[in-house]
């Protein structure tokens, strides 16, 4: 058999996709690959990005990082889900959280037993039968993998931190695994002259960086697998218009909540992502619909307490590159795409394409086929998650700005369409295999959104008044005793993972 090992991976950016990528690659593959990055601190990184999903605790895991030490040294913080804010109407609220909601009884889904409850002119709104909306409301948290023998899931979680002590931890953890990191600007990106692979990269100094495959982690610029392999971008812009956003922090104010949360303004949303120093807050916005000025005031007068720092302008366009590995060139956060921070899912996404590259790692042939099945699957989770995020735009009532008529009556994917007429007729959902979104997390923001099923599934109609009460009153009332005896949020932050740093 030939030698035909990959010998050098070179990693371009230092932002939280270049990090994640070394510091994963070498914990994986040990000592036997070697790892360059190569980052700039004079174009610095973005430096946003500090909600997350609870796919973030497997980077703990691959990393051998204890959670609580983690987060102690990212200011961090738990989150147990992202309440919105006026989206389908102006004074509605509801949180999509990260664990289940009730629990089954017999063959139904809790949210069929609900819907009768409703039809029966009874019931609590969904979060009051959901653990995580119950803590989070409370401002509690604790680690509960069940609710005794209730047969009741415990909390799902995932995390908030300073994307900037994250980039720092990684770096540390990557360094001390062998990766070398070089300080410099790239200049050239230079091709093999037959097969158009990257062969290596040059600095403004001069110094030439060899490798055998080349992960573009240079954010929004694509610098290799845009610029330099003329991969182009696929616009999504139609469907999720927001395109700038301006973001600031502020001093903390108690109590602790453990959740994100996203409010609607009139041509976009505003981000508020506590951590155990400081508020990350942001607004998002679509440019056509409003001026700078205008989404720099709404977001400063709506701070919570004094802002830290100067506001910061970031813009983007939402989309995909129409290929994600092309050649030997592997792209990776924002490098790849971005559909805009609502729901969470970018680090997501940079995890879960190291972690297929890892699964689908090349020889120097880069056979095509391997290289197709990366696309495909990347392309799959990027158009799943894309249409969980357009339905947060498109399920809503408002009328009350340009920005709102454009997204209430625009035509969404067919995917999306099919997915929501399904739910419509008698709240049916199936997620598709490794699609991001649980069943869980469709239905919350289905329901959150006022997209209300025209019937319940049929076996649930023998349900009487009083089973239904009875139903419901039982959930809740476990829910209620268990966060009454939990910690809150503050308190276990304090005991269990206190910041190291007043980053
Ligand atoms: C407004 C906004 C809010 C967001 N919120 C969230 C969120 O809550 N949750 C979430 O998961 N994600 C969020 N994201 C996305 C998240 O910030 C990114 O996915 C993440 O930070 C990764 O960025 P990156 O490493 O790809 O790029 P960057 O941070 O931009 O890093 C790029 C790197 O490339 C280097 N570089 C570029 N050009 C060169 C060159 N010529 N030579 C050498 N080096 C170079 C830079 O120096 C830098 O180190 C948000 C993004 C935006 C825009």
Sequence with gaps: MQDNKIQKVVVVGGGTAGWMSAALLCRIAGKGLDIELVESEQIGTVGVGEATIPQIRYLCDAL???????LSEVNGTYKLGIEFVNWARIGDRFIHTFGDVGRRLGVLDFHQVWLRAKELGIGDDLGEYSFNAVAAYANKFAHVEKLGDTGI??????????????????????????????????????????????????????????????????????????????????????????????????????PLTPYTRS????????????????????????????????????????????????????RFKTGKREKFWYKNCIGLG????????????????????????????????????????????????????????????????????DFWN?????????????????????????????ELFTTPSWIQVFIGQRIVPNDCHGMAKVLTKADATDYLERIHGYLTKAVDEMPTHREFVSKHCPMKEDG
């Design 64 to 70: 051998r990082i204890p959670e609580a030490e983690f």
């Design 153 to 254: 899931l415990g909390l799902g979680y995932a995390f908030h931190f300073d994307a900037t002590l994250v980039a720092k931890l990684l770096r540390k953890l990557s360094e001390a695994n062998g990766v070398k990191r070089t300080e410099g600007k790239i200049c050239d990106v230079n091709l093999h002259p037959e097969s158009g692979f990257i062969e290596s990269v040059t600095l403004e100094s001069g110094t030439e960086i060899t490798g055998d495959i080349f992960i573009d982690c240079s954010g929004f610029r694509s610098l290799l697998l845009g610029e330099a392999l003329g991969v182009k971008y696929v616009d999504w812009s139609h469907w999720l218009p927001a395109d700038s956003a301006i973001a600031v922090q502020c001093e903390s104010v108690e």
């Design 406 to 434: 454009y997204c209430r009556t625009m035509a969404i994917p067919d995917s999306l369409q099919y997915k929501i007429d399904l739910w419509s007729a008698h709240g049916r959902f199936y997620r598709n295999e490794d």
């Design 334 to 401: 924002l490098a790849s795409g971005f559909m805009e921070p609502l729901e969470s899912t970018s680090i997501h996404l940079v995890q879960a394409g190291i972690g297929r590259l890892i699964d689908l790692f090349p020889t120097k042939d880069f056979t095509q086929v391997d290289v197709d099945e990366y696309n495909k699957r990347t392309d799959f989770e990027f158009e799943s998650i894309r249409d969980f995020l357009i339905l947060h735009y498109k399920a809503t009532e408002r009328d009350d700005s």
């Design 263 to 314: 409010t609607a303004h009139t041509a976009g949303w505003q981000w508020r992502i506590p951590l155990q120093n400081r508020i990350g807050n942001g607004h998002v916005y679509s440019s056509p619909y409003m001026g700078d000025d205008e989404a720099r005031d709404i977001l400063m007068s709506s701070l919570d307490a004094k802002a830290v720092t100067e506001p910061r302008q970031l």
